[in-house]
Every structure is written in structure tokens, then in C-alpha cells.
């Protein structure tokens, strides 16, 4: 069965990055773009940013541009995100999710990971 | 990109029908059929349970269901139940090539 399975939470500094980490597994890695959501406490969710796991071409929101880097891993079937220049916004939960190219839908959702920045 | 526009809570007794819009611009929902809906349970993993405006994934049940008029989009729940209590987003594909989620609307069985 198709799994998206995260790394565990982090606490970070302010100022530092963090990576979390989405492998995938149950299914052909390379035919499905991952996208990567956030949730920050009590809010709503926010899109970041996909990549296409076949060629690594990313697209970013506006809003996370020069601070985000999505990067994929075919031999382990694993996406990272690396989030730079963290601040206390950016507490939050970080979810990855599956879409078949092109049909603009988040089908598989991986656990999630919580990442907290202290200042 | 702003948020879609969702009302924050949407209630209803059990057994009764609810409907929970979604408004957008011309530039997302009025531009393409790519409007999905999510149920997200705190603590748990969004679901998909609508995609391309109106299609319910395999599994997810005929009690929910899409449409879509003009800049707005809408999820209705018929016959609504306990488990039905949660949060819901809809979102949407742009003409800047981006993805953008509604604000969230939590719904609460009385």
C-alpha cells in the first residue's frame, strides 16, 4: 500500500534550517510529484511547493522563494525539504503529499512532522 | 496568492445536509476544474474527498459531493454524522502555476 512516512520532530534555533524527510514507498517513486504543506498553530493549510520526483524540477511558493529547497532521492524513494533562515512563524506542522502529475490533487498524505523554532 | 475564502463554521444536527462554500477569483476556481476538498481531523493526515470540482476518490462516501458556480466552489455533506466532525479545505490550482488552500472551515455536529 502506498506510505509516506516522515522524519520525527525537530526543535530548531532561530536563524538555523531544518530538513524533514518523506519516503515513500508502495508505489513507483518516480511517476508522482510530492508537495509539501504546512500547518502552523491554529491556522490553516498553506502550501509551500512540489518537485517533480522524475527530473527534480521544483516549483515554490511565492512566499518560501530563497528560503526552501526541495530536493529528491530516487535509490531511497525519499523527498527532502529544508526550510533556511528559520523564525518563530515557521513553527509548524509539515506534511508531504502524492499527486499524479497534472490532476492537481493531494491524494496520499504522509503523517506529518512538527517542527518547533525557539528563540 | 491569498487564501480561498471559506466561512469558519458550518454546524448541523445528525442527519441533516450542510454545505460549505469556497470563493475564489477568476485566476484560481473560476480558471480550471481543479478545485479539491480535504478533511482533516486534528492530529491526523488531511483525506482527500473531492477532486477536479466534483469526483470522489475510491472508498470516500457518496455523502459527500462538489460543485462549482463561477468563482466559487462548494462541498455539501448530506446526511451528516458524528465522524463528520472535523476541519475542511478546499483548494485550488492558479494561473501563476501555484496551489492555494481555503481558510478552513470547521464543522460541528450538535
Known amino acids: 500500500q502506498v506510505q509516506l512516512v516522515q522524519s520525527e520532530p525537530e526543535v530548531k534555533q532561530s536563524g538555523t534550517s531544518v530538513k524533514v524527510s518523506c519516503k515513500a514507498s508502495g508505489y513507483t517513486f518516480t511517476s508522482y510529484y510530492i508537495h509539501w504543506v504546512r500547518q502552523a498553530p491554529l491556522q490553516g493549510l498553506e502550501w509551500m511547493g512540489m518537485?517533480?520526483?522524475?527530473?527534480?524540477?521544483?516549483n515554490y511558493a511565492q512566499k518560501f522563494h530563497g528560503r526552501v529547497t526541495m530536493t529528491s532521492d530516487t535509490p531511497t524513494s525519499t523527498v527532502y525539504m529544508e526550510l533556511s533562515s528559520l523564525k518563530s512563524e515557521d513553527t509548524a506542522v509539515y506534511y508531504c503529499?502524492?499527486?499524479?502529475?497534472?490532476?492537481?490533487?493531494?491524494?496520499?498524505w504522509g503523517q506529518g512532522t512538527l517542527v518547533t523554532v525557539s528563540s | 496568492q491569498s487564501a480561498l475564502t471559506q466561512p469558519a463554521s458550518v454546524s448541523g444536527s445528525p442527519g441533516q445536509s450542510i454545505t460549505i462554500s469556497c470563493t475564489g477569483t477568476s485566476t484560481d476556481i473560476g480558471a480550471y476544474d481543479s478545485v479539491s476538498w480535504y478533511q482533516h481531523h486534528p492530529g491526523k493526515a488531511p483525506k482527500l474527498i473531492i477532486y477536479?470540482?466534483?469526483n470522489r476518490p475510491s472508498g470516500v462516501s457518496s455523502r459527500f459531493s462538489g460543485s462549482k458556480s463561477g468563482n466559487t466552489a462548494s462541498l455539501t455533506i448530506s446526511g451528516l454524522q458524528a465522524e463528520d466532525e472535523a476541519d475542511y479545505y478546499c483548494?485550488?490550482?492558479?494561473?501563476?502555476?501555484?496551489?492555494?488552500f481555503g481558510s478552513g472551515t470547521k464543522v460541528t455536529v450538535l
Open positions: 503529499a502524492r499527486e499524479p502529475p497534472g490532476t492537481y490533487r493531494f491524494e496520499y
Open positions: 518537485i517533480s520526483t522524475s527530473n527534480g524540477g521544483t
Open positions: 483548494s485550488s490550482f492558479t494561473s501563476s502555476g501555484q496551489y492555494v
Open positions: 477536479e470540482v466534483t
